[in-house]
């Protein structure tokens, strides 16, 4: 006798609440349950549900008859494709698509950290350090979204955050080292000398933010940078090209962890009339000395312990 291969729980439960008309997030609220353990329901969680929420979904689906003793049968296993004989089962495994892969897209990643937070700390005590945080996130949050970017990740005294657009990134981390020193002036209190790091490149999209070259070579020129520096990648300044009130400034050659070769640093800069600097040339730019192989920089010396922290 051939047995018919019968819906598992979880696409009658996503069958019913399409039917209604019901997004997740109204579901799952009707039944005191996450989201999250919705999404599993529905894509066939290994263990069966708890009878009460069973039921429950039931009544916000208003089942009723036939459709109701289904249903609730159907919650009381793992899934009814115990039902199908082996061959049907492998055949039912082999015609489920595989997850795709995230694609790949192009970010330009902006990294932002207050030198000597962990010092300050040590020294003004937490409230002090909490204040001097709320400051630095507030300043971050408002030249970020001023200049289209998102802000990805924020820990105390470290942000990251995400732009389309070269330029606009150059623009918001100007603005930011300007608010920042004005901060500073205002209340010397609480200081802000900031670092700040860019480049941009294919990252991919995972749960937390991004992975990729380009966000750590972000990271590393980040902790390179003294306060109120930003230090890009050469491949950024060729995407951005010549932006106006802006200047570059060759900074230096650094054998950078994770790097095969070595990487061309460049500083950006609010112009002025007294400092104004042609784009710097990339096959022979005007540099120190060439770093040597056991790591040290051939540009300004590396941050103190105290920077760093």
């Known amino acids: 006798m051939a047995f018919p291969s019968l819906p598992t729980f979880g696409e009658l439960l996503r069958h019913y609440r399409l039917t209604c008309g019901m997004t997740e997030e109204q579901l799952a609220k009707g039944a005191s349950i ?7 329901l529905e894509q066939g969680t290994p263990l069966p549900p708890r009878k009460e929420t069973v039921e429950r979904l039931a009544d916000i689906l208003d089942l009723e008859g036939s459709e109701r003793s289904i249903f609730l049968a159907a919650g009381r296993l ?3 494709n115990l039902f199908l004989r082996p061959n049907e089962k492998r055949r039912a495994a082999e015609e489920k698509p595989a997850p795709a892969e995230p694609a790949p897209i192009i970010q330009v990643f902006l990294i932002a950290d207050v030198r000597g937070y962990t010092r300050f700390t040590q020294e003004q ?17 408002e030249a970020v979204t001023l ?3 998102r802000l990805i990740e924020l820990r105390g005294d470290e942000a990251l955050s995400c732009f389309g657009s070269v330029r606009q990134a150059f623009q918001a981390a100007i603005e930011m080292q300007d608010h920042f020193l004005q901060a500073t002036q205002t209340d010397p209190t609480l200081p802000l000398p900031v670092g700040i790091g860019i480049d941009a490149g294919e990252a991919v999209p995972v749960e937390s933010g991004y992975r990729g070259a ?6 590393r020129l980040c902790s390179l940078a003294g ?3 930003i230090l890009v990648s050469e491949i950024v300044i060729h995407l951005a090209r010549r932006v106006d009130g802006l200047s570059y400034r060759p900074w230096g050659i650094a054998e950078l962890k994770g790097f095969d070769e070595p990487i061309r640093i460049i500083a950006v800069q ?16 005007t540099l120190p000395e060439q770093a040597s192989t056991t790591g040290q920089l051939s540009a300004p010396p590396t941050p103190t312990e105290e920077d760093e922290a």
Do not use: H, K, W
């Not at 005590?125 to 996130?137: C, H, M």
């Not at 609010?270 to 730019?285: A, F, G, N, Y």
């Open 227 to 229: 306060p109120g520096e």
């Open 34 to 40: 996450t989201v999250e353990a919705l999404n599993l």
């Open 214 to 219: 380009a966000l750590n070579l972000a990271a």
């Open 125 to 141: 005590g937490d409230e002090a350090a909490a204040r001097l945080a709320s400051r630095f996130a507030t300043l971050v949050r």
């Open 270 to 285: 609010r112009d002025s009339l007294e400092s104004r600097s042609p784009m710097p040339q990339v096959t022979e730019p």
């Open 147 to 149: 200049r289209g970017g």
């Open 78 to 80: 793992p899934s009814l």
